[in-house]
Protein backbone atom coordinates (compact mmCIF):
# COMPACT_ATOMS: atom_id res chain seq x y z
CA UNK A 1 0.00 0.00 0.00
CA UNK A 2 2.51 2.01 0.75
CA UNK A 3 5.10 1.52 -2.11
CA UNK A 4 1.41 2.33 -4.26
CA UNK A 5 0.94 5.61 -2.73
CA UNK A 6 5.07 6.27 -2.93
CA UNK A 7 4.53 5.90 -6.85
CA UNK A 8 1.81 8.16 -6.95
CA UNK A 9 3.00 11.19 -5.15
CA UNK A 10 6.30 11.09 -7.69
CA UNK A 11 4.13 11.00 -10.68
CA UNK A 12 2.16 13.99 -9.39
CA UNK A 13 4.85 15.57 -8.42
CA UNK A 14 6.45 15.12 -11.63
CA UNK A 15 3.57 16.29 -13.12
CA UNK A 16 3.37 19.77 -11.40
CA UNK A 17 7.37 20.01 -11.84
CA UNK A 18 6.76 20.08 -15.74
CA UNK A 19 3.75 21.91 -15.56
CA UNK A 20 5.36 24.71 -13.80
CA UNK A 21 8.79 24.81 -16.03
CA UNK A 22 6.89 24.24 -19.12
CA UNK A 23 5.89 27.99 -19.85
CA UNK A 24 9.62 28.90 -18.75
CA UNK A 25 10.87 27.64 -22.32
CA UNK A 26 11.00 30.11 -24.93
CA UNK A 27 9.85 29.18 -28.63
CA UNK A 28 12.55 29.71 -30.89
CA UNK A 29 10.59 31.83 -33.25
CA UNK A 30 11.28 34.77 -30.52
CA UNK A 31 14.80 34.60 -30.56
CA UNK A 32 15.02 35.25 -34.07
CA UNK A 33 16.05 39.22 -34.80
CA UNK A 34 16.25 39.50 -38.19
CA UNK A 35 13.14 37.98 -40.81
CA UNK A 36 11.56 36.37 -37.98
CA UNK A 37 8.14 36.90 -39.97
CA UNK A 38 9.25 35.65 -43.52
CA UNK A 39 8.81 32.28 -45.11
CA UNK A 40 12.42 30.88 -46.58
CA UNK A 41 11.99 29.40 -49.35
CA UNK A 42 13.17 25.74 -49.54
CA UNK A 43 15.39 25.96 -52.21
CA UNK A 44 16.68 29.45 -50.43
CA UNK A 45 20.33 29.70 -51.08
CA UNK A 46 23.07 32.26 -49.75
CA UNK A 47 24.02 34.04 -52.57
CA UNK A 48 20.05 35.21 -52.66
CA UNK A 49 18.89 38.50 -51.55
CA UNK A 50 15.71 38.81 -49.84
CA UNK A 51 14.30 42.78 -49.35
CA UNK A 52 10.96 44.63 -49.62
CA UNK A 53 12.43 48.08 -49.64
CA UNK A 54 15.29 50.61 -49.14
CA UNK A 55 16.83 51.69 -46.00
CA UNK A 56 16.26 55.33 -44.65
CA UNK A 57 19.00 57.94 -46.17
CA UNK A 58 21.31 58.23 -43.02
CA UNK A 59 20.99 61.78 -41.44
CA UNK A 60 23.85 63.52 -40.90
CA UNK A 61 24.65 64.52 -37.00
CA UNK A 62 24.42 68.27 -36.61
CA UNK A 63 26.40 69.52 -33.38
CA UNK A 64 23.99 70.97 -30.62
CA UNK A 65 24.46 72.81 -27.07
CA UNK A 66 26.78 70.60 -24.45
CA UNK A 67 28.38 68.69 -27.06
CA UNK A 68 32.18 67.99 -26.76
CA UNK A 69 34.48 68.66 -29.48
CA UNK A 70 37.84 67.66 -30.23
CA UNK A 71 39.59 70.77 -32.48
CA UNK A 72 43.24 70.02 -33.88
CA UNK A 73 44.56 73.44 -35.67
CA UNK A 74 47.75 72.44 -37.50
CA UNK A 75 49.75 75.77 -38.51
CA UNK A 76 52.92 75.75 -40.21
CA UNK A 77 55.18 79.37 -41.57
CA UNK A 78 57.63 77.27 -43.74
CA UNK A 79 57.31 75.65 -47.32
CA UNK A 80 54.22 73.72 -48.46
CA UNK A 81 56.12 70.71 -48.69
CA UNK A 82 57.14 70.81 -45.28
CA UNK A 83 53.29 71.71 -43.97
CA UNK A 84 51.80 69.21 -45.79
CA UNK A 85 54.69 66.26 -44.62
CA UNK A 86 53.82 67.76 -41.35
CA UNK A 87 49.91 67.75 -41.74
CA UNK A 88 50.27 63.76 -42.48
CA UNK A 89 52.74 63.20 -39.56
CA UNK A 90 50.31 64.87 -37.15
CA UNK A 91 47.23 62.50 -38.70
CA UNK A 92 48.98 59.67 -37.98
CA UNK A 93 50.39 60.58 -34.62
CA UNK A 94 47.13 61.72 -32.77
CA UNK A 95 45.70 58.63 -32.99
CA UNK A 96 48.36 56.96 -30.77
CA UNK A 97 48.75 59.63 -28.34
CA UNK A 98 44.79 60.15 -27.63
CA UNK A 99 43.78 59.12 -24.28
CA UNK A 100 39.89 58.10 -25.09
CA UNK A 101 38.54 57.66 -21.78
CA UNK A 102 35.81 59.79 -21.15
CA UNK A 103 37.44 62.10 -18.33
CA UNK A 104 40.07 62.46 -21.08
CA UNK A 105 37.67 63.43 -23.81
CA UNK A 106 35.92 66.03 -20.74
CA UNK A 107 39.31 67.68 -19.81
CA UNK A 108 40.78 67.90 -23.86
CA UNK A 109 37.82 68.97 -25.60
CA UNK A 110 36.29 72.22 -26.24
CA UNK A 111 32.81 72.78 -25.18
CA UNK A 112 30.04 74.02 -27.02
CA UNK A 113 27.66 76.83 -25.09
CA UNK A 114 24.29 76.52 -24.28
CA UNK A 115 24.20 79.53 -27.51
CA UNK A 116 25.83 76.73 -29.38
CA UNK A 117 29.66 78.78 -29.45
CA UNK A 118 32.88 77.47 -28.82
CA UNK A 119 35.86 79.85 -27.52
CA UNK A 120 39.40 79.09 -29.57
CA UNK A 121 42.51 80.36 -28.85
CA UNK A 122 43.53 83.37 -31.32
CA UNK A 123 39.62 83.89 -33.38
CA UNK A 124 37.67 83.81 -30.80
CA UNK A 125 34.01 82.61 -29.97
CA UNK A 126 32.65 80.63 -33.48
CA UNK A 127 29.10 79.63 -33.79
CA UNK A 128 29.25 75.78 -34.37
CA UNK A 129 25.39 74.83 -33.31
CA UNK A 130 23.59 73.06 -36.33
CA UNK A 131 26.63 72.23 -37.96
CA UNK A 132 28.34 69.15 -39.53
CA UNK A 133 32.11 68.53 -38.13
CA UNK A 134 33.07 68.58 -41.86
CA UNK A 135 31.36 72.20 -41.87
CA UNK A 136 33.09 73.50 -38.73
CA UNK A 137 36.18 72.48 -40.10
CA UNK A 138 35.69 74.78 -43.26
CA UNK A 139 34.16 77.39 -41.27
CA UNK A 140 37.66 76.94 -39.17
CA UNK A 141 40.12 76.97 -41.78
CA UNK A 142 38.66 80.36 -43.16
CA UNK A 143 38.75 81.80 -39.91
CA UNK A 144 42.47 81.15 -39.05
CA UNK A 145 43.71 82.05 -42.43
CA UNK A 146 44.11 85.77 -41.59
CA UNK A 147 46.57 85.00 -39.10
CA UNK A 148 48.20 81.86 -40.32
CA UNK A 149 50.33 81.20 -43.22
CA UNK A 150 49.11 77.64 -43.39
CA UNK A 151 46.89 76.17 -41.03
CA UNK A 152 44.55 73.24 -41.18
CA UNK A 153 41.92 71.85 -38.88
CA UNK A 154 40.34 68.68 -37.78
CA UNK A 155 37.28 68.45 -35.70
CA UNK A 156 35.74 65.56 -34.70
CA UNK A 157 32.54 65.49 -31.87
CA UNK A 158 34.24 63.96 -28.77
CA UNK A 159 31.06 62.59 -26.47
CA UNK A 160 29.25 60.23 -29.03
CA UNK A 161 27.88 57.93 -26.94
CA UNK A 162 24.56 55.60 -26.41
CA UNK A 163 23.04 54.05 -23.41
CA UNK A 164 21.92 50.73 -23.98
CA UNK A 165 20.06 49.23 -21.24
CA UNK A 166 17.64 45.94 -20.10
CA UNK A 167 17.85 42.50 -21.52
CA UNK A 168 21.49 42.62 -23.01
CA UNK A 169 24.85 40.86 -22.18
CA UNK A 170 26.17 44.26 -21.27
CA UNK A 171 24.33 47.55 -20.46
CA UNK A 172 25.66 50.73 -19.91
CA UNK A 173 26.99 53.56 -21.82
CA UNK A 174 28.57 53.06 -25.05
CA UNK A 175 31.15 55.40 -27.08
CA UNK A 176 30.66 54.90 -30.81
CA UNK A 177 33.88 56.12 -33.22
CA UNK A 178 31.98 55.55 -36.43
CA UNK A 179 29.86 58.46 -38.25
CA UNK A 180 27.23 56.21 -39.19
CA UNK A 181 26.14 53.35 -37.11
CA UNK A 182 22.52 51.10 -36.55
CA UNK A 183 20.35 49.97 -34.15
CA UNK A 184 22.52 46.61 -34.51
CA UNK A 185 25.55 48.20 -33.64
CA UNK A 186 24.29 49.41 -30.69
CA UNK A 187 22.93 45.40 -29.82
CA UNK A 188 26.25 44.43 -30.52
CA UNK A 189 28.19 46.99 -28.60
CA UNK A 190 25.83 45.36 -25.64
CA UNK A 191 27.09 42.47 -26.03
CA UNK A 192 23.91 40.85 -27.93
CA UNK A 193 20.53 40.32 -26.33
CA UNK A 194 19.90 37.78 -23.26
CA UNK A 195 17.64 35.00 -23.67
CA UNK A 196 14.93 36.52 -21.95
CA UNK A 197 14.48 39.78 -24.49
CA UNK A 198 11.29 40.78 -25.96
CA UNK A 199 12.92 41.41 -29.54
CA UNK A 200 9.71 42.44 -30.94
CA UNK A 201 9.52 45.69 -28.58
CA UNK A 202 12.58 47.48 -28.88
CA UNK A 203 12.37 51.22 -26.94
CA UNK A 204 14.29 54.04 -28.63
CA UNK A 205 14.37 57.39 -26.51
CA UNK A 206 15.67 60.82 -28.84
CA UNK A 207 16.51 63.91 -27.73
CA UNK A 208 14.79 66.20 -30.66
CA UNK A 209 14.12 69.94 -31.49
CA UNK A 210 10.41 69.39 -30.19
CA UNK A 211 11.47 67.37 -27.29
CA UNK A 212 11.82 63.85 -26.38
CA UNK A 213 10.89 61.10 -28.57
CA UNK A 214 10.57 57.28 -28.48
CA UNK A 215 9.92 54.51 -30.80
CA UNK A 216 9.43 51.14 -30.40
CA UNK A 217 10.63 48.75 -32.75
CA UNK A 218 9.93 45.17 -33.59
CA UNK A 219 13.14 43.69 -34.36
CA UNK A 220 11.27 39.73 -35.39
CA UNK A 221 10.50 41.47 -38.39
CA UNK A 222 12.71 43.17 -40.93
CA UNK A 223 10.42 45.90 -41.33
CA UNK A 224 12.15 48.12 -38.88
CA UNK A 225 15.85 48.30 -41.19
CA UNK A 226 13.66 50.97 -43.05
CA UNK A 227 12.76 52.86 -40.35
CA UNK A 228 13.78 55.88 -39.53
CA UNK A 229 15.50 54.87 -36.30
CA UNK A 230 16.99 52.56 -37.86
CA UNK A 231 20.22 54.39 -37.77
CA UNK A 232 21.27 55.91 -33.94
CA UNK A 233 22.11 59.18 -32.92
CA UNK A 234 24.34 60.40 -30.03
CA UNK A 235 22.87 60.69 -26.70
CA UNK A 236 20.11 57.88 -27.88
CA UNK A 237 18.58 55.63 -25.02
CA UNK A 238 18.26 51.72 -26.46
CA UNK A 239 15.93 49.88 -23.82
CA UNK A 240 15.55 46.31 -24.12
CA UNK A 241 12.35 44.74 -22.18
CA UNK A 242 12.26 41.65 -20.59
CA UNK A 243 9.56 39.18 -22.19
CA UNK A 244 6.96 37.58 -19.81
CA UNK A 245 8.52 34.56 -19.92
CA UNK A 246 11.38 36.02 -17.41
CA UNK A 247 9.07 36.77 -14.80
CA UNK A 248 7.71 32.74 -15.09
CA UNK A 249 11.13 31.46 -15.00
CA UNK A 250 11.90 33.26 -12.05
CA UNK A 251 8.62 32.09 -10.40
CA UNK A 252 8.79 28.61 -11.87
CA UNK A 253 12.26 28.43 -9.80
CA UNK A 254 11.26 29.83 -6.51
CA UNK A 255 8.11 27.41 -7.13
CA UNK A 256 10.57 24.48 -7.75
CA UNK A 257 12.51 25.37 -4.60
CA UNK A 258 9.42 25.45 -2.26
CA UNK A 259 7.96 22.14 -3.67
CA UNK A 260 11.02 20.53 -3.44
CA UNK A 261 11.35 21.10 0.00
CA UNK A 262 8.04 19.98 0.63
CA UNK A 263 8.52 17.01 -1.01
CA UNK A 264 11.94 16.27 1.16
CA UNK A 265 9.62 17.56 4.04
CA UNK A 266 6.87 14.65 2.86
CA UNK A 267 9.13 12.29 2.62
CA UNK A 268 10.72 12.42 5.94
CA UNK A 269 7.70 12.96 7.91
CA UNK A 270 6.58 9.48 6.09
CA UNK A 271 9.41 7.73 7.08
CA UNK A 272 8.88 8.69 10.64
CA UNK A 273 5.14 7.58 10.17
CA UNK A 274 6.12 3.62 8.78
Known sequence: MYQASSSTSRFILYLLLLVILFPSCIPHKDLITL??????????????????????PYQVYRIQAFDQLLIRVNAFEGSTEQFLDQEFANDNNVNQNMNFEPASIYFNTYSVDERGYVNLPVVGKIEVAGLTANEIKEKLDEAY???????????????????????????????????????????????????FANRKKIKIVRQTDEGLASIYLNMNRSEFLYSPYYYIRP????????????????????????????????LILSLFIN
Open 35 to 56: NGNETVPKDFKTDKLMHTSQVQ
Open 145 to 195: KPYLKFASTNVKMANSRITVIGEVKNPGVHYLYNERNTILDAIGLAGDFTD
Open 235 to 266: YDVVYVEPSRRKSRDVGSNATGIVISGISVGA
